[in-house]
C-alpha cells in the first residue's frame, strides 16, 4: 500500500473509531486514542491489507478498546454514580463561577475582624448567662445594672485578646486549625440559645415570676407588663402613695426598666416600693408624664342598689 | 497457556480477565511500543487476542499508573510510543501471578480429580 493511501486509510479508520466513542467524556477518550493513529499506523505498515481488512470494523474496534479500557470499572454500575458525581461538580462549578458568588469570597476576608470583635461580646454574653444567678438577662453591658460596668470592662479586654489572636493568623498544625475552627464554632453555637433567651427591656411574663432582682428582694411580686400605676379615687382625684399588695400579700412591684424610680423609705429605713404612682424618670433625666386617663361618669345611684353590695341578714 | 481451539470454552472471555496480567507480563520481559506487545502475545500463543484490547489495555494501565511511556522515534515509520513497567506495575504483576497461580492449581485439581474418577 502507498504511504499516501495508508495514511489516508489510518486517518479514516481513526476517525471513524473516535465517532464510535463520542459518548466518552473528552478528557477520558482523548486520553484513551491519544496514541490511536501511531499505532494504526504501526498496524498498517506490517500487511498491505487495509485496517478495516485486517481490524473489522471500526465501531466494533471502538466497542472492544472502550471495552478494553473500562474492564475493571463496571462500566454499567459506576455510570449513573459518575454521572451524578459529574452533575454535582458541574454545579458547584458553575455556582462558584458566578459574580456573586466571587464578590462574597472577596468580601469575607474583610469581614474577619468584625467577627473577632463579635466573638469577643458573645464570650462574655455566654459567660454572664451562666453566672447570672437566675436573674433575667437584659442586653449587656448593660450600664443599669450592678455589674455594667464590669460588663463592660470584661468585653473591651475580650475584645482586645480577640483581635491579638485573630491577627496572628492561623496556626499551621492542621490540628490546630481544626480546634481553633472548633471554637469559633462553639462560640457561635452557645451564644445563639443566650441570644434567644436574652430579655431586651421588657420582661417576659413566665421566665421569672418571682427574680432575685433587687427591687423585689422582699420576696415582693414580680408583675412585668407595667412600669406604674396611677390610681384615682371615684371622684376623679388622683391618688398619691397607694400601697398595693397582690393576693397573697405581697408587694407589687413593677418589672425592672430602664426607668429610674425614686423610691421613698419608711421609717424603718426599708425603701417602700409599692407607694403608686412610683416616682419616676426617664434614664435621661427627664420626668415621665402621667398619662391621660378617661374617668368613668359618676355613678348616681345610692350605694344600696348596688348590685356587689352585700345583703343585710 | 495452551491453544484452545475447539474447545466450547470461549477463549475470548477467559481472555478478557487475564489479559492485564498477560500485558504486564510481555513488558516485564523488556519494554514495548503497542503493536509489539500485541505480536508478542501471538507469538506465546494468545492468537486470539484483539488489536483494540491490548491497545485499550495498555492505555487503561498507564492512565491507572501502571505503566511508564515514552516516545522513540523511527525512522522507518511513526514515532512509537514504548510502555514499560514501573513499580507499580510490576508490584501488580506480582500480586496477579500469585492471583493466577492459585487460580490454576485450584482449577487443575478440579480437573485432575475429575479424570481420576473417571479411570476408575
Do not use: C
Not at chain 1, 489510518?10 to 473516535?18: D, K, L, N, T
Not at chain 1, 470499572?73 to 455510570?79: F, I, K, L, N
Not at chain 1, 454514580?81 to 468580601?107: G, N, P, V
Not at chain 2, 492485564?20 to 494468545?46: K, M, N, Q
Amino acid at each position: 500500500m502507498p504511504d499516501s493511501k495508508q495514511a489516508n486509510d489510518v486517518a479514516s479508520y481513526a476517525a471513524a473509531v473516535r465517532v464510535a466513542l463520542v459518548d466518552l467524556p473528552d478528557a477520558e477518550r482523548e486520553s484513551l486514542l491519544e496514541d490511536l493513529e501511531n499505532h494504526l499506523a504501526e498496524v498498517a505498515s506490517e500487511s498491505d491489507l487495509s485496517l478495516q481488512e485486517r481490524l473489522g470494523e471500526p465501531a466494533a474496534y471502538g466497542a472492544e478498546l472502550r471495552s478494553a479500557y473500562r474492564a475493571g470499572s463496571d462500566a454499567a454500575s459506576t455510570r449513573p454514580r459518575r454521572l451524578f458525581r459529574d452533575r454535582s461538580w458541574a454545579l458547584i462549578k458553575t455556582a462558584s463561577s458566578t459574580q456573586a458568588y466571587r464578590e462574597l469570597r472577596a468580601i469575607l476576608p474583610e469581614l474577619r475582624p468584625g467577627w473577632w470583635v463579635l466573638r469577643a461580646y458573645l464570650v462574655v454574653l455566654v459567660l454572664v448567662f451562666f453566672l447570672r444567678d437566675g436573674a433575667n438577662l437584659r442586653p449587656i453591658p448593660n450600664p443599669f445594672s450592678r455589674l455594667g460596668l464590669l460588663q463592660v470592662l470584661a468585653t473591651l479586654v475580650a475584645i482586645v485578646i480577640s483581635v491579638r489572636l485573630g491577627r496572628r493568623g492561623m496556626p499551621v498544625s492542621r490540628v490546630w486549625r481544626g480546634a481553633v475552627l472548633a471554637v469559633n464554632v462553639a462560640i457561635a453555637l452557645l451564644a445563639l440559645p443566650v441570644l434567644v433567651s436574652m430579655g431586651t427591656g421588657y420582661t417576659y411574663p413566665f421566665s421569672s415570676g418571682y427574680s432575685a432582682d433587687p427591687f423585689s428582694a422582699a420576696s415582693a411580686g414580680y408583675y412585668p407588663g407595667f412600669t406604674n400605676i396611677y390610681p384615682y379615687s371615684k371622684e376623679g382625684q388622683s391618688l398619691k402613695d397607694v400601697l398595693l399588695y397582690d393576693q397573697d400579700g405581697r408587694p407589687l412591684v413593677p418589672g425592672k426598666t430602664d426607668i429610674v424610680t425614686d423610691v421613698p423609705t419608711g421609717a424603718d429605713g426599708l425603701p417602700i416600693p409599692n407607694a403608686y404612682p412610683l416616682n419616676e424618670r426617664n434614664p435621661n433625666g427627664d420626668p415621665i408624664v402621667p398619662p391621660r386617663v378617661a374617668l368613668p361618669p359618676r355613678q348616681t345611684i345610692a350605694p344600696a342598689a348596688s348590685p356587689t353590695a352585700t345583703p343585710s341578714p | 497457556m495452551q491453544h484452545m481451539n475447539g474447545n466450547p470454552i470461549d477463549t475470548s472471555q477467559l481472555l478478557k480477565g487475564v489479559l492485564d496480567l498477560a500485558v504486564l507480563a510481555v513488558l516485564a520481559d523488556h519494554d514495548s511500543y503497542g503493536y509489539e506487545v500485541l505480536r508478542r502475545l501471538r507469538e506465546s500463543g494468545l492468537d486470539g487476542v484483539g488489536d483494540a484490547s491490548v491497545y485499550g489495555t495498555l492505555r487503561r494501565l498507564y492512565q491507572a499508573g501502571a505503566l511508564k511511556s515514552y516516545v522513540v522515534p523511527s525512522d522507518e515509520g511513526p514515532h512509537r510510543k514504548y510502555y514499560g513497567l514501573n513499580d507499580r506495575g510490576r508490584g501488580a504483576l506480582d500480586q496477579s501471578t500469585k492471583t493466577w497461580g492459585s487460580f490454576t492449581r485450584a482449577l487443575d485439581h478440579l480437573l485432575n480429580g475429575r479424570s481420576t474418577a473417571n479411570a476408575r
